[in-house]
């Protein structure tokens, strides 16, 4: 389990660690803070300030992208997101509402498991009722899903309905039609996390933590 990895990885006497996982259990994070090397979220943002991170805008990433699709006269606008609270994805949800808001529009928010089946339902059950004209999705296989669900049902994207992602993974370029999404440089947050986590580690460092942000872009498909 997490604790136990955690607890190994401390024991082998780290220098510093970088943390690529969205979230940790409570019981993990009572454990972190007393790690006695410092600790950088890569792509992730932890819930204590105590932790440093380096990530997009998360909150201004959703804000943006969905005022783009309102400027593009779309009312619409769908949030796919998560059951699970990770921080990062309501960060987004967070932006997208204040985008949806500030347009006079109703916020609309989907909420489910990473299982596929399950996706599939709650999508299934979701066009039973409406069709958005826009879907924003967290991650990619979830946009994909919601895709491929519509399409069977006639629904034509992107012409009745507009499908983007949050993730840019290879899956995005595999589906049909290609996904548009919003892309998270990877790359230069590996290496900016590897720079500020090696300033940290120095022994005469008095560096705080700190949260750096790296811009993103959005990779326009079809």
């Given at each position: 389990n997490e604790k136990d990895v955690?607890?190994?990885v401390i024991a082998s006497s780290v220098d510093g660690i970088l943390l690529m996982n969205n979230e940790m259990?409570?019981?993990v994070f009572e454990?972190?803070?007393y790690t006695p090397v410092p600790v950088i979220?890569?792509?992730g943002i932890s819930r204590r300030k105590t932790f440093g991170s380096v990530g997009i805008n998360y909150e201004k990433c959703g804000y943006e992208i969905t005022k783009q699709m309102i400027e593009r006269g779309n009312k619409k606008i769908t949030f796919v997101s998560t059951i699970h609270p990770y921080l990062v994805n309501e960060l987004m949800v967070k932006g997208y509402i204040k985008a949806m808001e500030e347009a006079s529009l109703e916020?609309?928010?989907?909420k489910t498991t990473g299982a596929l089946d399950q996706n599939e339902k709650d999508f299934s059950d979701y066009l039973d009722k409406?069709?958005?004209?826009?879907?924003l999705a967290v991650r990619d296989s979830m946009a994909i899903s919601f895709m491929n669900i519509a399409q069977k049902r006639g629904i034509k994207v992107p012409d009745e309905l507009q499908v983007i992602g949050f993730q840019n993974t290879r899956y995005s370029q595999l589906s049909y039609p290609k996904l548009t999404c919003v892309d998270t440089p990877i790359y230069e947050i590996g290496n900016v996390a590897m720079s500020e986590l090696t300033?940290?580690?120095?022994?005469?460092?008095?560096?705080?933590?700190?949260?750096?942000?790296?811009?993103?872009?959005?990779i326009w498909r079809d």
């Open positions: 955690w607890g190994n259990s409570p019981e454990l972190i803070q979220f890569v792509n916020p609309d928010l989907i409406k069709v958005p004209e826009v879907v300033t940290l580690m120095k022994d005469d460092a008095e560096k705080k933590p700190s949260h750096i942000i790296v811009d993103y872009k959005v």
